[in-house]
């Protein structure tokens, strides 16, 4: 089976791209599935569902997302197996600018989106700096000028990268999409290879329930902003 | 300078200098959160400076910054070979939605203007995205584009990915919040020319020459009106823009100088592809592909017959043009002016 990871900000069109992208590939119907990573709500199982896709969705809740997917992709990959699905891909949405679910041998996509604004690719650091294909959606309603300079700041965060302008509304773009997704890697497991970067660090207080503010409630692993007097 | 070099220059060179000989690394710091390093001293030294915290939030120490910086530095200063020279465009017919064979092979010199016309759902966009992807037989319509007469592999259909074609459309709007020369300047220093001034001067006045309605520099792009919109993006398609395809999706009302807007675009060298229901702009292209049923079913040039009705078309199109602007400046409208 192959393993496809696809990530991105809310709304960045992840879902669209995908659906097309399934359209695209022209297998038989109910041989891709998907798993979707998200925090608290999702609507994104109707659209699979609607379209005939095999879908698995999965909340972190109160836990850390990052921590919540790679302690399930391992079980998500042997989910697919067991389906038999020729192909199975994740859908993550990027929740705090530093997540990368992205591991090292496995296809990983970033999906943003030109409405985000100019210098959105510069800041949502590792998402998109360690993914090997970047796909740029929502060309169709802003300039061409915009296209290519958020294409550009896109490349000054990952140069390696291929860039596919992909509409997910009309899927345009898909196709050379699907071409790399058809040199995926073959896997039966995903025991042992490594995350491209590292997960948040996340055990404060904070993260084990403590709601209450103050210093004396504060333990773990902290960081404190620094305020200069103005 | 090759990589080794550029290793030591940006080792050895204080970052000051290198600012004033590559002002793009200002970009390149401020990515790592580094604006406020210290400019005197080289890279390795001024990170002593910098919290490690900092670089290993990026999963990066000194070196492997340095390491990416160089890269950085190589990628924004190579001269973009991008795409090569096109020169001409083939499109091999493929079949329509009746799986009727489509026997066209239309090749396009650059400069030349087509346009694409036909009713709703007769294939128009289709054609235009096979040509964006390079179709080599392998999408519904079976078509093949070749590029110089040639048919690109993968690789290079990869390479030239996004590169190949600028689009335009009714639908595009600017979505920065910034002054026409900022949006302008920016643009300008994604290609990494060095007359961004020059280029950006050009690009103004063609786009108030296409406006029906003048602005400034200063003019902040959200407030354009739609016409004004349109044109500053022809004239940015046109003279700033690589791609050497432009593919414009219906901007007949748009309230733009259309004859002028063609001029500019064909004298680009481009080969632009102008989907419409306009005749003036129809007929202004040199040939035009009708489409029908998901094919190409004709292909006609534009006739010296047909040139001479385009003057009298014009003419309806000037007459047209004179009431607008008659009425926006308030004036009265007599059937005189009619004649
Ligand atoms: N105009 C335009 N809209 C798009 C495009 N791609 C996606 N959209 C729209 O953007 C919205 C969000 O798209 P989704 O595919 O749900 O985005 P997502 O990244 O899966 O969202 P989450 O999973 O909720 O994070 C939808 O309304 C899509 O129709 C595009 O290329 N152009
Ligand atoms: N030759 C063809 N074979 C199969 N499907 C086609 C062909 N040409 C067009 N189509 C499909 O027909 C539909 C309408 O075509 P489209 O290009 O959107 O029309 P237009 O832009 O002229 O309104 C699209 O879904 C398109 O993919
Ligand atoms: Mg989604
Ligand atoms: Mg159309
Ligand atoms: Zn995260
Ligand atoms: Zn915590």
């Given amino acids: 089976m192959k393993l496809v990871t696809v990530a991105g900000p809310p709304s960045s069109g992840k879902t669209s791209v995908i659906l097309k992208l399934i359209e695209c590939m022209d297998l038989e119907k109910g041989s891709i599935g998907v798993v979707k990573f998200d925090c608290l709500t999702s609507f994104d199982k109707l659209s699979y569902q609607e379209a005939g896709v095999p879908v698995q969705i999965g909340f972190s809740g109160k836990f850390c997302p990052d921590h919540y997917y790679v302690s399930n992709i391992e079980d998500a990959v042997q989910w697919g197996l067991a389906s038999e699905f020729e192909m199975l891909i994740t859908e993550s949405a990027g929740l705090c600018n530093r997540c990368s679910p992205y591991i090292n041998g496995i296809l990983a996509i970033c999906v943003i989106d030109n409405l985000s604004g100019i210098n959105t690719p510069r800041k949502i650091g590792p998402l998109l700096r360690f993914a090997d294909i970047v796909v740029i959606t929502k060309g169709d309603i802003v300039s061409q000028a915009e296209r290519e300079v958020f294409a550009f700041n896109v490349k000054q965060v990952n140069s390696s990268a291929r860039l596919i302008f992909v509409n997910g509304i009309t899927g345009q773009g898909t196709f050379m999409l699907s071409k790399y997704l058809r040199q995926a890697r073959d896997i039966l497991t995903l025991k042992d290879l490594k995350l491209r970067f590292t997960t948040p660090a996340a055990v404060c207080s904070y993260c084990t329930g403590e709601t209450r503010i103050g210093e004396k409630y504060q333990m773990g692993m902290l960081k404190k902003l620094e305020f200069k007097g103005v | ?180 020369r900022e949006f302008l300047e920016m643009h300008a220093k994604s290609r990494l020319t060095g007359n961004a001034a020059e280029i950006v001067e050009k690009c103004f006045l063609s786009a108030n020459e296409l406006a029906g309605e003048k602005f400034t520099l200063d003019t902040k792009l ?28 219906e901007i007949e009302n748009a309230g733009i100088d259309r004859r002028q807007a063609i001029k500019i675009l064909a004298k680009s060298e481009k080969i632009i592809f102008v989907s419409t229901h306009d005749p003036l702009l129809a007929l202004r292209a040199n040939k035009r592909i009708i489409m029908k049923n998901g094919g190409i079913s004709k292909v006609i040039r534009t006739s010296a017959a047909e040139g001479k009705s385009l003057a009298a078309i014009e003419q309806i199109d000037n007459t047209l043009q004179e009431l607008r602007n008659r009425l926006r400046n308030g004036e009265i409208i007599t059937e005189e002016l009619l004649k």
Avoid: H, W
């Fill in chain 2, 222 to 249: 959200t407030q354009l009106s739609g016409g004004q919109s349109r044109a500053l993006m022809i004239a940015d398609t046109a003279n700033m823009s690589n791609s050497p395809v432009i593919l414009i999706d």
């Fill in chain 2, 1 to 180: 300078m090759n990589t080794a070099d550029l290793i030591t220059y940006l080792k050895s060179t204080n970052l000051g200098r290198i600012l004033k000989d590559y002002p793009i690394a200002g970009d390149f710091l401020a990515n790592f959160r580094l604006e406020a390093i210290s400019k005197v001293l080289p890279l390795p030294q001024a990170l002593e400076e910098v919290e490690d915290e900092t670089l290993a939030e990026f999963g990066l120490d000194t070196y492997g910054l340095l390491q990416e910086f160089c890269m950085f530095l190589e990628n924004f200063t190579r001269v973009e070979e991008s795409t090569g020279r096109v020169s001409s465009l083939t499109i091999l017919g493929g079949f329509n939605k009746m799986k009727e064979p489509e026997s066209v092979e239309l090749t396009i010199a650059a400069g030349e203007v087509i346009s694409v016309v036909g009713p709703t759902g007769s294939g128009k966009s289709r054609l235009l995205s096979d040509i964006e992807c390079l179709a080599q037989r392998d999408t519904p319509t079976a078509r093949q584009i070749l590029i110089n007469g040639i048919a690109p592999d993968d690789l290079r259909r990869f390479e030239m990915g996004g590169k190949l074609v600028a689009q335009l459309s009714q639908n595009m709007n600017f979505v920065m919040d910034l002054t026409v």
